[in-house]
């Protein structure tokens, strides 16, 4: 299974943009890049998912490097319900499971 | 909007018994999942269901547990004898097809404590 990696966690004031890394710079090239979230207590959550293109949907925007072995979910005006883990999760199209790491804990501050 | 329900929210059992777990997917998804997350650790892939049988299946999933979707609505989890290393959350997942375009919607979980 390709690997990624974030940091373990990050901080973000109340209405600032934050912007979570991941690095996969083993991604084939069927592979999608998928973010979930998990907020305390709950299940996990989908966020967005893109190939190649940069992505936006109404919970966040995805930009996706050209080599694509990076990727970062940008958050444009955190609030205190993002408080959650955010895993990035690649998705070959030869499998249909979710292989979760540890993601990035993101604290919101008011 | 629609949501994955499941049921009960929490389990009690002693060690050694079978437990059920019940999952209601998305009424018009097709692909059918199961993950756990021990307490502090990382979610983990269980089982994925299509067509009435297994697709894919972990390590984790082995002959003490089975799924079945009974009818047309409903899909379980069964642990035939329960172990403490089974306590966990356990999420039931679906998703409307196969392909890595669509995303898996997940319930809020199940929380089984074996004692």
């Known amino acids: 299974d390709a690997k990624t990696t974030q940091p373990n966690s990050m901080e973000s004031n109340e209405e600032e943009p934050v912007h979570l890394p991941c690095n996969h710079s083993?991604?084939?090239?069927?592979?999608?890049i998928h973010w979930y979230r998990q907020l305390p207590s709950q299940g996990p959550e989908y966020v967005i998912h893109?190939?190649?293109s940069n992505v936006n949907n109404r919970m966040a925007s995805l930009a996706i490097a050209e080599d694509r072995k990076s990727s970062t979910l940008i958050l444009h005006r955190a609030t205190l319900r993002d408080a959650a883990v955010y895993y990035c999760?690649?998705?070959?199209?030869?499998?249909?499971?979710?292989?979760f790491g540890t993601g990035t804990r993101l604290q919101v501050f008011p | 909007e629609p949501e994955v329900t499941q049921t009960p929210s929490h389990q009690v059992t002693q060690m050694g018994q079978e437990v059920i777990l019940r999952c209601v997917p998305i009424?018009?998804?097709?692909?059918f999942y199961w993950y756990r997350q021990i307490l502090g650790q990382k979610v983990e892939f269980l089982v994925s269901?299509?067509?009435?049988?297994?697709?894919?299946k972990s390590e984790i999933f082995d002959d003490q547990f089975s799924v079945e979707r009974p009818d047309g609505s409903n899909f379980t989890l069964k642990i035939r004898s329960t172990k403490l290393e089974d306590s966990a959350m356990y999420f039931c997942?679906?998703?409307?097809?196969?392909?890595?375009?669509?995303?898996?919607?997940f319930g809020p979980g199940t929380r089984l404590t074996v004692t």
């Open positions: 269901f299509y067509n009435n049988e297994i697709s894919e």
């Open positions: 009424s018009n998804h097709l692909y």
């Open positions: 893109g190939l190649t």
């Open positions: 083993t991604i084939s090239g069927t592979d999608y």
């Open positions: 997942a679906s998703k409307l097809a196969g392909n890595p375009f669509y995303e898996q919607y």
């Open positions: 999760i690649l998705h070959p199209y030869n499998t249909d499971k979710l292989i």
